[in-house]
Nanobody, 127 residues
Framework: QAQLVESGGGSVQAGGSLRLSCAASGYISSYYCMGWFRQAPGKGREGVAA???????TYADSVKGRFTISQDNAKNSLYLQMNSLKPEDTAMYYC?????????????????????WGQGTQVTVSS
């Protein structure tokens, strides 16, 4: 059973930066698509960014130009560099992965399939 463990969340002022990490059990190269989702209190889950095994990336419009997704196969880790943070970025951030498809959802910002999930890491941005 795949395990994903997020870290790097915290509290930051608007305009600040955070880097989230997702440590994967096993070889990260075995996942065809990996990405980050977030869910704010009282809101639905939102795809933030994803990367597939081809190296292609997709971002939600709300984070384009501010967030960067990357992965390090040697460290079996996925990252989300978040710059110019805004209060509306406040949410629980989840790492997700799938080993069956490289496709992104047509809406952009996340993998078409996400079978494996982490427990989440909280990001709080104050104004």
């Amino acid at each position: 059973q795949a395990q994903l463990v997020e870290s790097g969340g915290g509290s930051v002022q608007a305009g600040g930066s955070l880097r989230l990490s997702c440590a994967a059990s096993g070889y990260i190269s075995s996942y065809y698509c990996m990405g980050w989702f977030r869910q704010a209190p009282g809101k639905g889950r939102e795809g933030v960014a994803a990367i597939n095994s081809d190296g292609s990336t997709t971002y939600a419009d709300s984070v384009k130009g501010r967030f960067t997704i990357s992965q390090d196969n040697a460290k079996n880790s996925l990252y989300l560099q978040m710059n110019s943070l805004k209060p509306e970025d406040t949410a629980m951030y989840y790492c997700a992965a799938d080993s069956s498809s490289t496709r992104f959802h047509p809406s952009g910002g996340y993998c078409a399939r996400s079978r494996y999930w982490g427990q989440g890491t909280q990001v709080t941005v104050s104004s």
